[in-house]
């Protein structure tokens, strides 16, 4: 039996059979149909796909933020399907780094506070806290504001300033949900060009989008359509806005 093996070239993340249904009796949905999905080192993948397709489900169940109903997940050589809450509370935290749509950042603290945040909560001591907050903040060209409020940014900047504080903890998976669609366009290509990089430094890193523009910047490319995964789009410029 497979138990808590890893398989053989199962990437940084990897989804066996998973699928996810919500609610129960007549409410019961499945967002998301059986899927084997892997995410590598080195590499930027795209979730494409309209509107209530099953993409965030996919993304959070990558991202261990909620158990398959059928199937297992598999991040960093660990069955993380069969920890409990706790268990996968510090794992995501150690090798997981999550960009929102809307940033989420703590609005009162500033822009160098909010990425020492993940690093805080790990127990790591002050001083290497600074420079490791520094680094993060240099690596998305935003050191200048180290000092400045959310508020005192724009999108595209709070956008890099949590992308600093996804990967300030140097996890090996980055998982990005809509990171564009608050930006422009211009700000989007910065922040595309940012996780771009981050898979050539190695990272696994995965994009969820309903915007094919940024298919210039994937190695790969899934699409989702009403809970099933597929490698190649369901019909020609269906995504096309
Ligand atoms: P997308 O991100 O592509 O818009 P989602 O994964 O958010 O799609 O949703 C897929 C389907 O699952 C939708 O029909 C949605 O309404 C449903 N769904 C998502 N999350 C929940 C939940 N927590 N409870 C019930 N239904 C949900
Ligand atoms: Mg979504």
């Keep these: 039996m497979l138990g808590s093996q890893i398989q053989p070239h199962a990437g940084v993340a990897h989804l066996q059979g998973v699928s996810k249904a ?10 998301l149909h059986a899927t084997d999905l892997t995410v590598e080192r080195n590499e930027l993948l795209l979730i494409v796909g309209p509107s209530g397709s099953g993409k965030t489900t996919l993304l959070s169940l990558l991202g261990c933020v909620i158990y398959p109903t059928v199937g297992q ?25 999550f960009v929102f749509q809307n940033f989420n950042l703590v609005q009162p603290l500033t822009a160098a506070e909010n990425v020492a945040l993940p690093l805080q909560l790990q127990g790591v001591g002050k001083a290497e806290v600074n420079e490791r907050v520094a680094a993060a903040l240099e690596l998305v060209g935003m050191s200048n504001r180290r000092k400045n409020l959310p508020k005192q940014l724009s999108g595209g900047q709070q956008q890099r300033i949590s992308i600093a504080r996804a990967l300030v903890t140097d996890p090996p998976l980055m998982l990005c949900d809509e990171p564009t669609a608050s930006l422009d366009h211009a700000s989007a290509s ?52």
């Design 73 to 97: 997940v598999f991040v960093g050589g660990q069955e993380a399907s069969a920890l409990s809450e706790k268990e996968l509370a510090h794992l995501r935290l150690r090798q997981i780094g």
């Design 190 to 241: 910065v922040v595309m060009n940012e996780l771009r990089s981050l898979a050539d430094r190695g990272k696994a890193v995965a994009v969820v989008t309903h915007d094919i523009r940024l298919k210039p910047f994937a190695n790969r490319i899934v699409y989702v359509d009403e809970g099933r995964v597929y490698t190649e789009a369901p019909t020609e410029n269906v995504y096309a806005h």
């Design 22 to 31: 919500y609610g129960n009796g007549e409410n019961r949905i499945t967002a």
